[in-house]
């Protein structure tokens, strides 16, 4: 997990949750920085009814020469070409910022990316966007100086879905430039259009690919209806009451009887491997949620880029303005959605940030509850950063459910802090979220790893270590109970102390190490392959109330064998040859010696990843025990330690009757666990074991999967499966998107009428 380019390791923070990050089951994620590297790309086009960008040196970027060589050699298209590549260097809000040492090296200044990126396709194909004045447009078609009279600009809104500008061409021609969603700008069309079929299936196409569509159009206006709209226009925008409302109404007389010239898709590049990474997040049961400050259509057509959105889904849009008009849909969902009737069914829930704002309050949290646990994807848009961390608090404290959350700036901090398991991407925003994070990573796709693997591996050592650090405790000191039980209870104890206190200092910790560092349930490979092997961990069916009192009972029955075989051992046979029979302390130090042989040889059994240093801690372990009775029986007098202990080894060492018990009985111990454990993978094996017998076997885990006796799906193991073609599934159309900020407290449209690109830009102190 260590990123080349921007030589950026994984960095750990805390190590207290570790454990944690095998038990994830909501993931909380920014949009912007996080799934996407927030630069746009043309990548291809639609130009009267000719679809331009699929040839092979369009796949990083648009470079398909065929367009501009049907504009030059007359190809019937050639008209459009010219006012399709036209309107992307003249239809927009972009700030040109000439270089005075090179003017021919231009910087475009866009409050949107979209519109960057469209000027800069335009720029490729000769179509340069050269100069901005309050009044004029300044194109160079390829290198011959055009100029545009800007008459007026319609600004973007989110309402709207458009954004066009009124122009005089060189020619003196009055003409409406136009871009927006498809279904926008369809409906403005006139009746007879020669591309708007054909265009269609193109844009589905883009849609598919996960690329951001708009659709352009002109429309020419005489000049005296000009005349006439524009006293209308004027009036609008002067108002002092209702002045948006008013603009929108007047951009709704003259944006009509549109000639639709094409369309065009571009590309918000996602972080490399965030597709792949989300699809293997969900099919090992983690839901996915996206928390960003962008725009609804933004989000949604990333969803769809990232695979979080699929064509099987229905999606739930709530676009609410008042606290009643949320409260009743969300019952209205609640009731036919809710977590009881559809649990985990193919269901994307779609809200805005004002719409959460009463969604949160006390009335509706309860509904808004249901629903969210009901889907399998949410996307919130438009979100504060308080908004974010409040979302999270709620799904933490209702859901309990472990939960994670993953940004990259400064206004993700919140959520990271508010999660159980914090993430910070250290991109290009700044180290804010990754100082405030529990971990810190590089890029996305190292999420997959850091949860299906070391996610999956720590928890499951940590839980086997726990599990064996209560068995082998139990094992030792309930043997003390059982010799109260022939000791009247007068506190004797049978062991020596200083024997007592190494058990877990010496005899029985490096086991507990070995698991707990070097055991691996499956292989990285198989877990990154087999998404569905961390539900295991993911639903604690190996560490829960059932299976630790199954150890503690397990571990009761090995102290009452250990104790009683070896009592009755010497109660029916003389322990040595000359008539003489051993202390309480030589009663002791034999089974002490079967518990530390059984003990060690079980933390073996409950390995799974048997390496040298695992056989270094079982072998070690035993061995450091026999060496320790034959030097700890010879200290005294020399240290004045344990006298009682003095010529222990010489009685423990010569009686047969050891030597049979410490064959006898660890075996009898150990059978029974691999007589247990062979029964339970033989009529009720688990994912994890079939997939470590298919490991030790060189074959591939999917196979079994395949039987009809296991009940997991392909996607499970990840196959791609098709998704369904039902009807009534719902589609995000076409894939619009466009990204502008909106009520600045300067517009942007304001902004380019007073700015001129040809006064030279004030220099700094």
Same mark, same amino acid.
């Given at each position: 997990m260590y990123d080349e380019k921007t030589d950026t390791p994984t960095v750990t923070k805390t190590s207290n949750l570790n454990e944690e990050l095998g038990q994830v089951k909501y993931i909380f994620s920014d949009k912007t920085g996080t799934l996407t590297c927030n630069v746009m790309e043309f990548r291809k086009c639609s130009v009267a009814a000719i679809k331009y960008g699929d040839n092979c040196e369009s796949s990083d970027r648009f470079n398909d020469a065929s367009l501009v060589q049907n504009f030059t050699k007359g190809h019937k298209s050639a008209p459009v070409i010219r006012d399709f590549l036209t309107l992307m260097a003249v239809c927009h809000t972009v700030v040109p910022e000439i270089d005075p040492d090179d003017p021919a090296n231009i910087h475009y200044q866009a409050s949107s990316p979209d519109e960057r990126a469209l000027v800069l396709g335009a720029k490729s194909q000769g179509f340069v966007f050269a100069g901005r004045s309050p009044n004029y447009v300044t194109i160079q078609v390829f290198d011959c100086e055009e100029r545009y009279e800007i008459l007026n600009v319609l600004a973007f809104t989110s309402n709207r879905k458009r954004m066009s500008v009124i122009v005089r061409m060189p020619n003196g021609q009055i003409r409406l430039m136009i871009k927006g969603a498809d279904n926008v700008i369809f409906e403005r069309l006139r009746e007879e259009q020669h591309y708007q079929s054909k265009t269609l299936e193109h844009l589905e196409d883009f849609a598919r690919m996960g690329l951001r569509t708009l659709c352009l159009a002109v429309a020419d206006i005489d000049e005296t209806a000009y005349n006439k709209w524009s006293v209308i226009y004027h009036a609008a925008s002067t108002a002092l009451t209702d002045r948006e409302n008013r603009l929108e109404e007047a951009a709704e007389l003259i944006e009509k009887d549109l000639m639709l010239?094409?369309?065009?898709?571009?590309?918000?590049?996602?972080?490399? +491997?965030?597709?792949?990474?989300?699809?293997?997040?969900?099919?090992?049961?983690?839901?996915?949620?996206?928390?960003?400050?962008?725009?609804?259509?933004?989000?949604?057509?990333?969803?769809?880029?990232?695979?979080?959105?699929?064509?099987?889904?229905?999606?739930?849009?709530?676009?609410?303005?008042?606290?009643?008009?949320?409260?009743?849909?969300?019952?209205?969902?609640?009731?036919?959605?809710?977590?009881?009737?559809?649990?985990?069914?193919?269901l994307a829930f779609i809200i805005d940030g004002e719409t959460l704002k009463h969604a949160l309050s006390y009335?509706?949290?309860?509904?808004?509850?249901?629903?969210?646990?009901?889907?399998?994807?949410?996307?919130?848009?438009?979100?504060?950063?308080?908004?974010?961390?409040?979302?999270?608090?709620?799904?933490?404290?209702?859901?309990?459910?472990?939960?994670?959350?993953?940004?990259?700036?400064?206004?993700?901090? +919140?959520?990271?802090?508010?999660?159980?398991?914090?993430? %910070?991407?250290?991109?290009?925003?700044?180290?804010?979220?990754?100082?405030?994070?529990?971990?810190?990573?590089?890029?996305?796709?190292?999420?997959?790893?850091?949860?299906?693997?070391?996610g999956s591996w720590c928890y499951s050592r940590l839980t086997t270590l726990i599990l064996y650090s209560f068995y082998k405790n139990i094992c030792l000191y309930f043997i003390e109970f059982w010799f109260a039980t022939l000791s009247c209870f007068s506190g004797q104890i049978v062991f020596e102390r200083w024997c007592i206190g190494l058990y877990n200092v010496i005899f029985t910790a490096a086991t507990p190490f070995a698991i707990g560092l070097f055991d691996r349930h499956c292989s990285a490979d198989?877990?990154?392959?087999?998404?569905?092997?961390?539900?295991?961990?993911?639903?604690?069916?190996? $560490?829960?109330?059932?299976? $630790?009192?199954?150890?503690?009972?397990?571990?009761?029955?090995?102290?009452?064998?250990?104790?009683?075989?070896?009592?009755?051992?010497?109660?029916?046979?003389?322990?040595?040859?000359?008539?003489?029979? +051993?202390?309480?302390?030589?009663?002791?130090?034999?089974?002490?010696?079967?518990?530390?042989?059984?003990?060690?040889?079980? %933390?073996?059994?409950?390995?799974?990843?048997?390496?040298?240093?695992?056989?270094?801690?079982? /072998? %070690?372990?035993?061995?450091? /025990?026999?060496?320790?009775?034959?030097?700890?029986?010879?200290?005294?007098?020399?240290?004045?330690?344990?006298?009682?202990?003095?010529?222990?080894?010489?009685?423990? $060492?010569?009686?047969?009757?050891?030597?049979?018990?410490?064959?006898?009985?660890?075996?009898?111990?150990?059978?029974?666990?691999?007589?247990?454990?062979?029964?339970?993978?033989?009529?009720?094996?688990?994912?994890?074991?079939?997939?470590?017998?298919?490991?030790?076997?060189?074959?591939?885990?999917?196979? $079994?999967?395949?039987?009809?006796?296991?009940?997991?799906?392909?996607?499970?193991? +990840?196959?791609?499966?098709?998704?369904?073609?039902?009807?009534?599934?719902?589609?995000?159309?076409?894939?619009?998107?466009f990204s502008q900020e909106e009520h600045g407290v300067i517009e942007q449209s304001d902004l380019v009428r007073v700015y001129d690109s040809s006064h030279p830009k004030p220099s700094g102190l």
């Open positions: 010239l094409g369309a065009t898709a571009i590309e918000d590049k996602l972080q490399e +491997g965030v597709p792949e990474t989300i699809a293997s997040l969900s099919r090992a049961d983690m839901k996915i949620w996206v928390l960003t400050g962008d725009k609804q259509e933004t989000a949604i057509n990333i969803g769809y880029s990232c695979r979080l959105l699929t064509p099987g889904m229905k999606i739930i849009k709530l676009n609410e303005q008042g606290l009643d008009g949320t409260r009743d849909a969300l019952r209205r969902y609640a009731s036919e959605y809710g977590a009881s009737s559809q649990k985990d069914s193919l009335n509706c949290r309860q509904d808004l509850i249901e629903i969210l646990i009901a889907c399998k994807a949410v996307i919130c848009c438009r979100m504060s950063p308080l908004q974010k961390a409040e979302l999270v608090t709620l799904i933490r404290q209702e859901v309990k459910a472990i939960t994670l959350a993953i940004g990259d700036g400064a206004n993700d901090v +919140g959520m990271i802090q508010a999660a159980h398991v914090g993430i %910070g991407v250290s991109g290009v925003e700044g180290l804010q979220a990754a100082c405030a994070s529990d971990f810190a990573i590089a890029q996305f796709r190292f999420l997959n790893k850091l949860l299906l693997v070391h198989s877990l990154l392959q087999y998404p569905v092997l961390y539900k295991t961990t993911q639903n604690s069916e190996c $560490f829960n109330a059932k299976v $630790f009192w199954i150890w503690c009972i397990k571990s009761i029955v090995h102290s009452i064998l250990f104790f009683w075989l070896t009592v009755a051992m010497l109660q029916h046979d003389v322990a040595f040859q000359d008539g003489k029979v +051993g202390n309480y302390l030589f009663l002791g130090n034999m089974v002490y010696t079967y518990v530390v042989v059984s003990v060690c040889i079980k %933390g073996g059994l409950e390995s799974t990843a048997w390496t040298w240093l695992t056989h270094l801690a079982i /072998w %070690g372990s035993i061995a450091c /025990w026999f060496l320790f009775l034959l030097v700890y029986s010879h200290m005294w007098p020399t240290v004045d330690l344990a006298p009682e202990m003095v010529g222990m080894d010489k009685y423990v $060492f010569s009686c047969p009757s050891f030597w049979f018990g410490l064959i006898l009985i660890p075996t009898m111990i150990i059978i029974s666990d691999i007589i247990q454990k062979a029964l339970q993978r033989t009529l009720c094996k688990t994912i994890t074991q079939e997939v470590q017998e298919r490991e030790l076997l060189n074959q591939s885990p999917a196979n $079994f999967l395949r039987y009809p006796s296991r009940q997991y799906t392909e996607e499970d193991i +990840g196959v791609f499966v098709s998704p369904s073609d039902d009807p009534h599934q719902e589609h995000e159309p076409h894939g619009y998107a």
